[in-house]
């Protein structure tokens, strides 16, 4: 059953995609490339007051390109992509990306230490337990929703099974007997998780239920490394989530996204890590 996407399941999957990061507007995607000259030089005339008069802006005005609306962002040459690379330079790229992912995370969590420390005692814990189990919560329990209210635009970022030169090779137990897609099929598992996930932290973190916040905190730390791919195969295959959702500045807006995956996870890190 496919729901009627929502203005607001859009924008509460705007703000989890981006998280707090301002890549929508990077620049050089978001304006048309400026024209220093005309695109079709003026004749010459013997009448000096025809070029004082802007014949040239004129025609320049009339011939450049219209501008480009938001959501028509300059895509990449396709000859850029790793996507276009042998098998075999795609998969060295995926496991350097990941390194990085790992290594970006290690930083993150050591930089959460260091205002630990310097904070006065007591501060970052009260700060840790009594707002980050409330606000991750929400975030993943209303982008879980968005897996059934954009569907599509999930679906259009699962990695095809045999990608990055047959590296991606993850099943789809059931799909079949469910009369599901296999992008269909992790769409909805991993929407289901993310609700789910979603409300255990917040009914944790508010003391609904008697189980320390660390537990839901390291599932959902999990569920985020276990969908990494998908981010991963946006940047490889300059793929867009469509669905009305703008499309990413390529690269830097998925290097927006990267650092905000390396936040998510430090957070929750240390969300489950502390003593």
């Given amino acids: 059953m496919t729901m009627a996407p929502t203005t607001a399941s859009r924008a509460f999957l705007l703000v989890y995609l981006y998280f707090g990061f301002a890549v929508q507007n990077t620049s ?37 390109e219209p501008p480009r609306t938001p959501t028509e962002l300059e895509r990449p040459d396709p000859s850029i ?19 990085v992912i790992v290594g970006g995370t290690i930083i993150f969590v ?101 189980i320390d916040p660390k537990v839901p905190s390291a599932l959902l730390g999990m569920l985020v490394f276990a969908i990494t791919p998908a981010n991963i195969y946006m940047f490889t295959h300059d793929v867009e989530m469509g669905e009305g959702i703008p499309p990413i500045p390529y690269p830097w807006g998925h290097a927006g996204r990267g650092v905000a995956q390396m936040v998510l996870l430090a957070l929750f890190w240390k969300l489950t890590f502390h003593y």
């Avoid at 982008?143 to 259009?156: D, E, L, M, P, R």
């Fill in 28 to 64: 050089g995607f978001a304006s048309p490339s400026s024209q220093t000259s005309c695109p079709h030089r003026c004749r010459s005339s013997s009448s000096p007051s025809l070029k004082a008069n802007g014949v040239c802006r004129i025609t320049k005005a009339l011939h450049s």
């Fill in 110 to 210: 050591n930089l959460l230490s260091g205002l630990e420390n310097i904070l006065p005692n007591g501060w970052f814990a009260a700060w840790r337990d009594y707002t980050w189990p409330l606000g991750l919560g929400t975030i993943f329990t209303a982008a879980g929703i968005s897996h059934f209210t954009v569907k599509n635009a999930f679906c259009n970022i699962v990695p095809p099974k045999g990608c990055w030169g047959g590296l991606w090779q993850v099943p789809a137990p059931g799909a079949q007997a469910l009369g599901l897609s296999y992008e269909e099929f992790h769409t909805y598992w991993t929407g289901i998780a993310e609700i789910s996930g979603g409300l255990f932290l917040i009914a944790s973190g508010l003391g609904i239920v008697d």
């Fill in 81 to 99: 992509l790793i996507s276009s690379k042998p098998g075999s330079e795609q998969q060295d790229s995926v496991f350097a990306i990941s390194a």
